[in-house]
């Protein structure tokens, strides 16, 4: 981020919208943030007139980019656009937006990777797990038509699912581009030995394990590719069967606090496999439709709905070789609370990376007969 120093007054604006469900209506707003104490205000474009005052909130800078979601005062007001040049210009670069694509053969380590892309510097503001089809990959690269190793790529995508993700970072194309390394990983290792096509890259250009946005342009077009906003997105998903699976649900504070890749690569150095994935961001009406059982069984309802609001969830659904993937599942995950678990189980995940009752790393089914409700809930009712 530029060194600015910033006056009271001086303010980054932005287009921003929210959904009121009880109205079905999509309020339009222009949010101002002031760096100089992080207070924020927002402006009803639609009756024009201030909407709120301007308020300290727990806001950051680094959450203010297009496609981004902020929670204030429990509402999920996401940006859309800058609202003016100067915001533009401040903002745009540093918060520059490009794709990367985990192929086949290195889904198993997404969680090294995810962790790998943290530690670069990159923010994740959308993933999914998919499979494409055979035109769904022509058209992602479109660009490589009369290449003539397009084909073998072609048939190396459609053989398993794949991992995208779009990232979020100060000049992310070129950077992203420079984290990869050269296309082939064997070139990569004597060129670029640190880059993470050399680290974990199979024998060919094929396998190489990574793909990126080539240039900005790119990074537009395969960004609305695999994260459209008004039209069925590409790829069947993963094959949520519900069948001897378990949901598991990484809370958003795991997220933002770069525990994401951690979390996975812990489930999976065990007997589980993810056989499905999405970043998701939840309302305060979709937490408590899914939390709604344990109304009246949790002491604060209230602050176990706020612990799925406060950021991008990221959902998984688990599979496993077992008879009783939930059952196994469950006790992996130890006790809600991360304070007792650190005491009576500290090698499972909420005692990793959990901090507190709420806030405690992941969510998992607790009965069995429910554990293909909240599979469902994530991967079909939510995307209807």
Known sequence: MAKIEFGYNDKLSFLAEWLDHEVSYQKRFTLNFYPCDGTVELFDRDLNRTYLRRTKLDVSLKELFTGGTVRVYGRQIKITD????????????????TVAVVKPNLVAKLGEIVAEIEKRGFQICNARMCRLTRKEVLDLYEPMKGDG??????EHLVSDPIVALELVGESAVDKWLEALGPADPSEARKLAPGSLRAVYGGDGEITNGLDGSRDAANAIREAAFFFPKDKPRPGSGADVSGQNTTCCVVKPHAVLEGKLGYIISAISEVRFRIAALEMFRLSAANADDFLEVYKGVVTDYHALVLSFVDGPCVALEIAGDGDDVHGDFRRFCGPSDSDIARQIRPCTLRARFGRDKYKNAVHCTDLKEDARLEVEFFFKILKE
């Open 82 to 97: 800058y609202a003016d040049q100067r915001t533009r210009k401040f903002v745009g670069k540093t918060k520059e937006h």
């Open 149 to 154: 190793t397009l084909a073998p790529v072609l």
